[in-house]
């Protein structure tokens, strides 16, 4: 099974930056993060393939954010640069069980295995 983990939220005024770690354990394939602002669907952020360094970002973060893996030892992160108070939210890193998730744009449906989530609050 697949164990995630995500820290390296909290509060950040507008313009700032903040980097989000996901620790990853078990037989995965192609890794995303997601988020869920109060009241909102779970939206896909970015993603990341498990064999090549293909990437897939939400217009929204384009730009802006980055998506990358530390494979030696098992790490997810986003780098987030600019931040503006609509990146509010939970995050989520995700995994798929099988290779459906290295198929974009990222669906909920093809990540078996989700983290807890982490906080992000930008202030404007």
């Known amino acids: 099974q697949v164990k995630l983990v995500e820290s390296g939220g909290g509060s950040v005024q507008a313009g700032g930056s903040l980097t989000l770690s996901c620790s990853v354990s078990?037989?995965?394939?192609?890794p995303g993060w997601f988020r869920q602002a109060p009241g909102k669907e779970r939206e896909a952020v970015a993603a990341?393939?498990?064999?090549?360094?293909?990437?897939y970002y939400a217009n929204s973060v384009k730009g802006r954010f980055t998506i990358s893996q530390d494979n030696v030892n098992d790490t997810l992160y986003l780098q987030m640069n600019n931040l503006e108070p609509e990146d509010t939210g939970v995050y989520y890193c995700?995994?798929?069980?099988?290779?459906?998730?290295?198929?974009?744009?990222?669906?909920?449906?093809?990540?078996?295995?989700w983290g807890s989530g982490t906080q992000v609050i930008v202030s404007s």
């Open positions: 995700a995994a798929g069980g099988t290779w459906a998730s290295c198929n974009w744009p990222p669906r909920l449906e093809y990540f078996g295995y």
């Open positions: 078990g037989r995965r394939y192609c």
């Open positions: 990341a393939s498990t064999t090549s360094s293909a990437t």
